[in-house]
């Protein structure tokens, strides 16, 4: 046999095509599976003097695929997740795709980021973590998180080219502020695929020393994840994905005015605060900006002291007819556009947002309250009632 | 260049040594005479090796061939085919015809041969074409320009092989 070896002449012919391989790179996925044998042998038939001679086929020359270890850890919401203070099952969805080309298993952390300035996934800065954490693998039953089927900790046996589901589930206490930020990252680590359901199997380690030939070796390729607050770097079958929760409660503002409405001697003219004046209370209630929904709204105003030391008394004509005492304008307020004034005898809204009430005396002597409002961010409402200054 | 008209013929030189060959084997000298027999004919060595980019020491990018024995999904393959002519005649008309080896797929432009015609074939080697003029059809009978998916094989024509000479040829494929 010639020992010719044909590679030491190739140089040549390297260059002149070098430029075209850099242009292929075809889309890819998991790709030819481990431990396929890929084959091929060339043919020749040539003549002799006019004559064709028998062909001739060259050996085999095989090569084994080795197994390519890959994964992608992707963050699958778009924006922050909203979660109250003392919230529990807050959840954070992630993707693992297994992009190596041989099943495998896959170990999950979640991984607190350290606290910083403008470090969060989706901008700002994480300041606090949960108080509870843990990853959770989606079962396949009901989509979305299910606290009581989704309970595995760890990925068996996914396939080439497949994805699952991964979330991290937080438990977040009372007494975060509003716009606080516990920032993430979901940590997958493929592993060797046991066989075994409920049991991760061991660690992989890249072939790194020498090849194998005929052997399946490992082969690294996966790439450095958003890993800085993880260990995850190239090629080391890790990878990662950082994700954000953003807590959200409402941030209620409370204030109160009063303005004076009339007097006994100037009517409505520039009247003053004398006695037998009808003063106008104005309480203003605001969710700030950004803030979360608050419903349930209660807001208890006592005047017992004022009425019970006979400086004044409940003024229960208010615009439109008597023994209707509360006017509330609130989100929702239907009847009629903005206004509807309630009974002081206690009675709902018959349309709008929510069923509020306004009554008085209901929560204490002398006390006016209401319930049932509720306030989106950036939303306002506006309780007025009227006293008479004791004569 | 046509070359439709290949036919098995016999190699009266081949064949004759070969026999001289068995004659030898049973005198207990079988290796040397199968030399022999090999260096009388064409012969066809082929060799694959994966294609890995580094930097050198003073950090270019460079391509270094080593032995295709560590090949994952996405790797780059070349394999260079050697037809040696060891008769003592001159050889016409050589072709050399190289499947694209299943699982993977050919690099366009990658088909090198000194002196060779290169030619495609999307039909598993019945015909072969220049790129510009292959044309697949596909399910619905609509006909198209073929891509490098859908090469099957791969023919290098050398219009003669002089004794005693040897040439290359070479292609490029990336394992799917």
């Known amino acids: 046999m010639s020992n010719v070896n044909p590679l030491k002449k190739l140089p040549g012919l390297l260059a002149t095509v070098l430029s075209l391989t850099m242009a292929s790179s075809a889309a890819m996925a998991a790709g030819t599976l481990s431990g396929t044998t890929v084959s091929n042998s060339a043919t020749v038939n040539y003549n002799v003097g006019a004559?064709?001679?028998?062909?001739?086929?060259?050996?085999?020359?095989?090569?084994?695929?080795?197994?390519?270890?890959?994964?992608?850890?992707?963050?699958?919401?778009?924006?922050?997740?909203?979660?109250?203070?003392?919230?529990?099952?807050?959840?954070?969805?992630?993707?693992?795709?297994?992009?190596?080309?041989a099943s495998q298993d896959f170990s999950l952390s979640a991984v607190a980021l350290a606290n910083g300035i403008g470090n969060a996934a989706f901008g700002g800065d994480d300041n606090i973590n949960a108080d509870t954490f843990s990853a959770r693998v989606e079962s396949g039953g009901l989509t979305g998180y299910q606290s009581g089927?989704?309970?595995?900790?760890?990925?068996?046996?996914?396939?080439?080219?497949?994805?699952?589901?991964?979330?991290?589930v937080s438990n977040f206490n009372t007494g975060y502020t509003n716009g606080d930020i516990a920032s993430y990252y979901l940590l997958a680590e493929a592993l060797s695929d046991?066989?075994?359901?409920?049991?991760?199997?061991?660690?992989?380690?890249?072939?790194?020393?020498?090849?194998?030939?005929?052997?399946?070796?490992i082969v690294f390729i996966d790439g450095?994840?958003?890993?800085?607050?993880?260990?995850?770097?190239?090629?080391?079958?890790?990878?990662s994905s950082q994700n954000d929760y953003i807590i959200s409660t409402a941030a209620l503002t409370i204030s109160k005015d009063s303005i004076v409405i009339s007097d006994p001697v100037n009517d409505t003219t520039l009247p003053k605060r004398?006695?037998?004046?009808?003063?106008?209370?104005?309480?203003?209630?605001?969710?700030?900006?950004?803030?979360?929904?608050?419903?349930?709204?209660?807001?208890?105003?006592?005047?017992?002291?004022?009425?019970?030391?006979?400086?004044?008394?409940?003024?229960?004509?208010?615009?439109?007819?008597?023994?209707?005492?509360?006017?509330?304008?609130?989100?929702g307020s239907t009847v009629p556009a903005d206004y509807y004034e309630y009974?002081?005898?206690?009675?709902?809204?018959?349309?709008?947002?929510?069923?509020?009430?306004?009554?008085?005396?209901?929560?204490?002597?002398n006390t006016v309250t209401v319930t049932g409002i509720a306030l989106n961010a950036d939303e306002s409402a506006v309780i007025r009632f009227r006293v008479t200054i004791a004569l | 260049m046509k070359n439709k008209n290949l036919r098995g013929g016999l190699f009266m030189v081949a064949i004759s040594c070969m026999m001289a060959g068995a004659a030898h084997a049973e005198d207990g000298l079988m290796v040397a005479a199968e030399v022999a027999a090999d260096?009388?004919?064409?012969?066809?060595?082929?060799?694959?090796?994966?294609?890995?980019?580094?930097?050198?020491?003073?950090?270019?990018?460079?391509?270094?061939?080593?032995?295709?024995?560590?090949?994952?999904?996405?790797?780059?393959?070349?394999?260079?085919?050697?037809?040696?002519?060891?008769?003592?005649?001159?050889?016409?008309?050589?072709?050399?015809?190289?499947?694209?080896?299943?699982?993977?797929?050919?690099?366009?432009?990658?088909?090198?041969?000194?002196?060779?015609m290169t030619s495609f074939s999307v039909d598993g080697a019945k015909n072969f074409d220049a790129v510009e003029n292959l044309i697949v059809t596909d399910e619905n009978g609509e006909s198209r320009p073929a891509t490098t998916q859908d090469y099957t094989h791969i023919r290098w024509l050398l219009s003669s092989l002089p004794a005693n000479t040897e040439a290359d040829v070479l292609f490029r494929t990336r394992l799917d």
Not at chain 2, 98 to 112: F, I
Request: aromatic residues 4%.
């Open chain 1, 224 to 239: 450095d994840g958003d890993g800085a607050g993880t260990s995850d770097i190239d090629r080391d079958a890790q990878h």
């Open chain 2, 39 to 116: 260096e009388r004919g064409i012969v066809l060595n082929m060799v694959v090796s994966e294609e890995i980019e580094e930097r050198n020491i003073v950090g270019n990018k460079i391509t270094r061939l080593i032995d295709a024995n560590s090949v994952v999904p996405g790797d780059l393959l070349v394999y260079v085919t050697t037809v040696s002519n060891r008769s003592q005649q001159l050889a016409e008309n050589v072709a050399i015809v190289n499947p694209v080896p299943a699982h993977t797929t050919y690099l366009d432009g990658s088909a090198q041969g000194e002196g060779a």
């Open chain 1, 51 to 101: 004559i064709p001679q028998p062909s001739v086929t060259s050996i085999s020359v095989d090569f084994l695929v080795d197994t390519k270890i890959d994964l992608t850890v992707a963050t699958i919401d778009g924006a922050a997740v909203a979660s109250t203070p003392g919230s529990v099952n807050n959840v954070l969805t992630f993707t693992v795709t297994n992009d190596g080309n």
């Open chain 1, 149 to 168: 089927s989704d309970t595995a900790t760890h990925i068996d046996a996914l396939a080439p080219d497949g994805e699952i589901t991964v979330y991290i």
């Open chain 1, 274 to 331: 004398i006695p037998g004046a009808v003063i106008e209370y104005q309480i203003t209630i605001s969710n700030g900006s950004g803030a979360a929904t608050a419903t349930n709204i209660v807001i208890t105003d006592s005047l017992d002291t004022e009425i019970g030391g006979g400086n004044i008394i409940f003024n229960t004509a208010y615009n439109v007819t008597a023994d209707q005492g509360i006017s509330i304008q609130h989100p």
């Open chain 1, 343 to 365: 009974s002081n005898a206690g009675g709902a809204e018959a349309a709008g947002r929510g069923a509020v009430i306004a009554d008085w005396n209901v929560s204490g002597t």
């Open chain 1, 194 to 217: 046991d066989g075994l359901v409920g049991t991760p199997g061991g660690a992989l380690s890249e072939t790194i020393v020498a090849d194998t030939p005929g052997s399946v070796d």
